[in-house]
């Protein structure tokens, strides 16, 4: 019996579908998509919930996909109470259970902001209170995997991509196909992404395949490893659009300001700021070789996967 935190959501709906072990969803909300595996309502920051869960239903492994990691309207408090807490729950109803595997989905933001491309070898410093606070969910469970028998295997992903998906790439698709989007510069920056069925599968690998007892971690990304521009452009194409043009990044920045404005005013999360400018600009290079090093291959590249979740936007766009 399998339990996953946050399986209703959109990496969790995947899970669901891919494997063959009976599943039991522990999440905050009801899945948005439909599921043949059971449902408890749940907060992995309320102990007593999380461990009658875990004892009455037999579980034996956890995968904790449950996280704060909006980028907008969390505070510090919060991301701390549910990537470290949270995590530290799942380890204590780990051991009062006797289940010797878990799998927690991290981050490539334990790495901070890095001038080179980020690689299992380097010491995580990370820069903002996400990937701090996913890093402090790391050495809690390296605090459990550390003791005799217990398996921690640990993914930091980068963006994750895909049909279902209404985040980050489907608003960068929704801006493409509506025209208002513009190349920040010259747009040579790398930005790593991974598809979300390419993460699952490489996910299922590690479970069946590595033979690692105590603490494991991986890098997830996607080859090849597109450009913010070479990215944009792939979605243009398939959205059958010119491709966006480029605009230098100050002008950019300075159309932004009203928009800065508003999100102040309003507090509402807009398509369009200073911050989104910034942040597409930025060069997030993670390399993830050591996953495929254990055999994996993935089943799509970016540009399938890109394609397929265009696909799909086209599809409920269209309604």
């Given amino acids: 019996m399998l339990l996953i935190t946050g399986g209703s959501g959109f990496i969790g709906s995947y899970f669901n579908e891919k494997m063959y072990?009976?599943?039991?969803?522990?999440?905050?909300?009801?899945?948005?998509?439909?599921?043949?595996?059971?449902?408890?309502?749940?907060?992995?920051?309320?102990?007593?919930?999380l461990n009658k869960t875990v004892k009455e239903n037999n579980i034996q492994t956890i995968i904790h996909l449950a996280a704060a990691h909006h980028d907008f309207g969390i505070s510090e408090d919060e991301y701390f109470k549910v990537n470290e807490f949270g995590t530290e729950n799942i380890?204590?109803?780990?051991?009062e259970n006797n289940?010797?595997?878990?799998?927690?989905?991290?981050?490539?933001a334990v790495y901070g902001d890095n001038k080179k491309p980020s690689t299992e070898e380097m010491t995580p410093i990370p820069s903002n209170h996400y990937?701090?606070?996913?890093?402090?969910?790391?050495?809690?469970?390296?605090?459990?995997?550390?003791?005799?028998?217990?398996?921690?295997?640990?993914?930091?992903?980068?963006?994750?991509?895909?049909p279902?998906?209404?985040?980050?790439?489907?608003?960068?698709?929704?801006?493409?196909?509506?025209g208002n989007f513009f190349n920040v510069g010259k747009g040579n920056n790398v930005k790593s992404i991974c598809f979300v069925e390419n993460i699952v599968e490489a996910t299922i690998h590690l479970m069946n395949t590595d033979p690692h007892k105590g603490f494991s971690f991986y890098n997830y990304a996607d080859s090849p490893q597109l450009t913010s521009k070479e990215t944009a452009n792939h979605i243009s194409e398939c959205l059958g659009k010119k491709k966006?043009?480029?605009?230098?990044?100050?002008?950019?920045?300075?159309g932004a300001i009203p928009f800065d404005i508003l999100i102040k005013v309003t507090g509402k999360n807009l398509p369009v700021s200073s911050a989104r400018v910034n942040k597409f600009a930025t060069e997030t290079y993670h390399k993830a070789e050591k996953i495929l090093k254990t055999g994996f291959k993935?089943?799509?590249?970016?540009?399938?996967?890109?394609?397929?979740?265009?696909?799909?936007?086209?599809?409920?766009?269209?309604?």
């Fill in 21 to 49: 072990t009976e599943i039991i969803n522990f999440d905050l909300r009801k899945p948005i998509h439909p599921t043949k595996h059971k449902y408890i309502k749940g907060d992995i920051c309320n102990y007593d919930e």
């Fill in 164 to 178: 279902r998906n209404t985040a980050n790439m489907y608003n960068l698709i929704k801006q493409i196909d509506s």
């Fill in 99 to 108: 289940i010797k595997r878990i799998v927690f989905y991290s981050s490539v």
């Fill in 91 to 95: 380890c204590k109803v780990a051991e």
């Fill in 244 to 254: 966006p043009v480029s605009v230098p990044k100050f002008l950019l920045q300075i």
């Fill in 131 to 162: 990937g701090a606070s996913k890093l402090a969910g790391e050495a809690k469970l390296k605090k459990w995997a550390d003791k005799e028998g217990n398996q921690a295997i640990v993914i930091r992903p980068c963006l994750v991509y895909g």
């Fill in 298 to 319: 993935p089943r799509y590249d970016n540009y399938q996967g890109l394609k397929k979740m265009v696909e799909w936007y086209k599809v409920i766009k269209n309604g």
